[in-house]
T-cell receptor
């Protein structure tokens, strides 16, 4: 069974204080790993897809990296507007459908 | 604007009264899914569809029905809602399962 574990559950940072969110996964074969951002009361917003170990993607203050067992979302010099819940999801190569398994998310609060 | 549109945004209903939550996408996507999101449980897939007339169960399909008669529409039907179906529901679509899903804004359902 595919599993996705995100840590920490919640993270509080001061503006400008860089940190990383972790996504550990267990899957028979990885088709892709996804990061989403979700604001309260809204649908998740797609950020990145990573396909193979060693791959990195960047967008503004966010950088996602991937190893064979986990992914990190690095947040550099965060701002209050980066406050949100960040979700990780994996798709397995087994089966013919593209069904992602989601983690429970990391709630990030950035204080000014 | 490329988007997934869900209606209604908020719904309060009584136990046993059949209801339908509509979902429409304007991106010509083949894949569509329904998720529910509950505190502490994260996003769980209810049903998904790989194309017109092709649907399959996700992780928590009990008490729900779906149909995919047209590519753009994927309604979620609760034949006899119960209080344990009180949740935040999201519809999502993707054109290529390797890439991230585009999510709707959500439907907050309360069953009393």
């Amino acid at each position: 069974e595919d599993q996705v574990t995100q840590s920490p559950e919640a993270l509080r940072l001061q503006e400008g204080e860089s940190s990383s969110l972790n996504c550990s996964y267990t899957v028979s074969g990885l088709r892709g790993l996804f990061w989403y951002r979700q604001d309260p009361g809204k649908g998740p917003e797609f950020l990145f897809t990573l396909y193979s170990a060693g791959e990195e993607k960047e967008k503004e203050r966010l950088k996602a990296t991937l190893t064979k067992k986990e992914s990190f979302l690095h947040i550099t010099a965060p701002k209050p507007e980066d406050s949100a819940t960040y979700l990780c999801a994996v798709q397995a190569t087994s089966g013919g459908s593209y069904i992602p398994t989601f983690g429970r998310g990391t709630s990030l609060i950035v204080h000014p | 604007e490329a988007q997934v549109t869900q209606n209604p945004r908020y719904l309060i209903t009584v136990t046993g009264k059949k209801l339908t939550v509509t979902c429409s996408q304007n991106m010509n996507h083949e894949y569509m899914s329904w998720y529910r999101q509950d505190p502490g449980l994260g996003l769980r897939q209810i049903y998904y569809s790989m194309n017109v007339e092709v649907t399959d169960k996700g992780d928590v399909p009990e008490g729900y029905k779906v149909s995919r008669k047209e590519k753009r529409n994927f309604p979620l039907i609760l034949e006899s809602p119960s209080p344990n179906q009180t949740s935040l529901y999201f519809c999502a679509s993707t054109g290529d399962g390797r890439y991230g899903y585009t999510f709707g804004s959500g439907t907050r359902l309360t069953v009393v």
